[in-house]
T-cell receptor, first 109, second 114 residues
């Protein structure tokens, strides 16, 4: 059974600081995704990572994938309040997404 | 291009009743997946439909069922509702070809069972 573990589950950080969210998964996978969810809203796709060593960046967020270590990271650079949300990683095995528990990020002024 | 739409957005039902939720995928998308999100269990995969056939099923009881129509629209049904079925139900659509299998999520239907 595929397991996906995210840490930390909760993260408070000050504006301007950097931090990394980690996503470990237990078996080989086809693809890895990062999503953002604002309170009461649906999931917004952030990144799709397809292969070992893949790195994608969008604004202050950068995601990477190490398939050998079964690890993906989401790095936040110089956080701003607008980044406050819950971030999920999800692993795709045969078109079925298994999600991590989510990281609730709060960026404080 | 219009996104994934789900109806209704909010629903209140009583224990023992049944409910039907609807999902219209992005135009051209033929795969529809359903997920349940609860504070306790997080996001869990329910099932996936493609060309009117269920291709994948998650670990949910038989009270949860679905179907897909020829226009790719999908419905899910929950019978004999339990309090624990209160959740946000999300549907996601995707193209089936190509290397990038990306799922686009709808706004969800929030179901409350009393």
């Amino acid at each position: 059974e595929l397991k996906v573990e995210q840490n930390p589950l909760f993260l408070s950080m000050q504006e301007g600081k950097n931090y990394t969210i980690y996503c470990n998964y237990s078996t080989t996978s086809d693809r890895l995704y990062w999503y953002r969810q604002d309170p009461g809203k649906s999931l917004e796709s952030l990144f799709v990572l397809l292969s070992n060593g893949a790195v994608k960046q969008e604004g202050r967020l950068m995601a990477s994938l190490d398939t050998k270590a079964r690890l993906s990271t989401l790095h936040i650079t110089a956080a701003v309040h607008d980044l406050s949300a819950t971030y999920f990683c999800a692993v795709d095995k045969s078109r079925q997404l298994t999600f991590g528990s989510g990281t609730q990020l709060t960026v404080l002024p | 291009k219009a996104g994934v739409t789900q109806t209704p957005r909010y629903l209140i039902k009583t224990r023992g009743q049944q409910v039907t939720l609807s999902c219209s995928p992005i135009s051209g998308h033929r795969s529809v997946s359903w997920y349940q999100q609860t504070p306790g269990q997080g996001l869990q995969f329910l099932f996936e439909y493609f060309s009117e056939t269920q291709r994948n099923k998650g670990n949910f009881p038989g009270r949860f069922s679905g179907r897909q129509f020829s226009n790719s629209r999908s419905e899910m049904n929950v019978s004999t509702l339990e309090l624990g079925d209160s959740a946000l139900y999300l549907c996601a659509s995707s193209l089936t070809g190509g290397i990038v299998y990306e799922q686009y999520f709808g706004p969800g239907t929030r179901l409350t069972v009393t």
